[in-house]
């Protein structure tokens, strides 16, 4: 399994700020995190990007 973290989903969401990428994921229909560590909140890379493909369909990830 793949993880991501909010510099990585900001990454898949093509490098919005920090502010944005956390509005978006704390959307009542973004993926709940896995776990939540000392650095901060993680999340499946999968799930994050299935999300964003239904979600945002005009955005790419590289």
């Known amino acids: 399994m793949r993880l991501a973290g909010m510099s990585e989903i900001q990454q898949m969401l093509g490098g919005v700020s920090r502010q944005r990428a956390s509005e978006i994921v704390n ?3 973004f993926p709940a995190p896995l776990d939540v ?3 901060g909140r993680i ?4 799930a994050v990007a299935e999300w ?3 979600h945002r369909p ?4 590289d």
């Open 52 to 54: 964003i493909r239904i």
């Open 43 to 46: 999340w499946s890379r999968e």
């Open 37 to 39: 560590l000392a650095t």
């Open 58 to 61: 005009t955005q790419r990830e």
């Open 27 to 29: 959307r009542p229909s």
